[in-house]
């Protein structure tokens, strides 16, 4: 029974955490819109998702390298959010200082994601409201 209940909110939780990830990049982009050279950056949230989905129900990856010392390099020197490399984003327009934030894309991004992390955490709380009318039998 307990498993149950656990697969029926791993989706939710697992969506909510990989959202509110997503919008502390998109932040970070705007934060640093007048930063020369900085360059965009975001993630396929529905790769991020699967990647997330399939590790959490016990998918096999390869295990990370053991080092022996410090000064060894990670085997996994690329930056992920559930699985999914992070992604350049590509200027529409360029601009002089090499900065390939798009203002107007990034607020528009943001508040996509901010309105899917709000609709997400509603049917996670009307899931969970069900559950207890279920147990309470009202």
Known sequence: MI???DDLMR???TALSLR???????ASNIA???TPNFKARDVDFNKAL???LAKSAGSTTAP???KTTTTHLSSNTQAMIG???LLYSNAQQGNIDGNTVDMDVQRNQ???NAMRYEVSVTLASSKIKGMLTAIQGQ
């Open 3 to 5: 498993g149950k209940l």
């Open 11 to 13: 989706f939710q939780e």
């Open 20 to 26: 509110a990830q997503r919008q502390q990049l998109l």
């Open 32 to 34: 640093n819109a007048d």
């Open 50 to 52: 699967q990647g997330a």
């Open 64 to 66: 990370d390298l053991v």
């Open 83 to 85: 699985g999914a490399p």
């Open 110 to 112: 943001f508040t996509d």
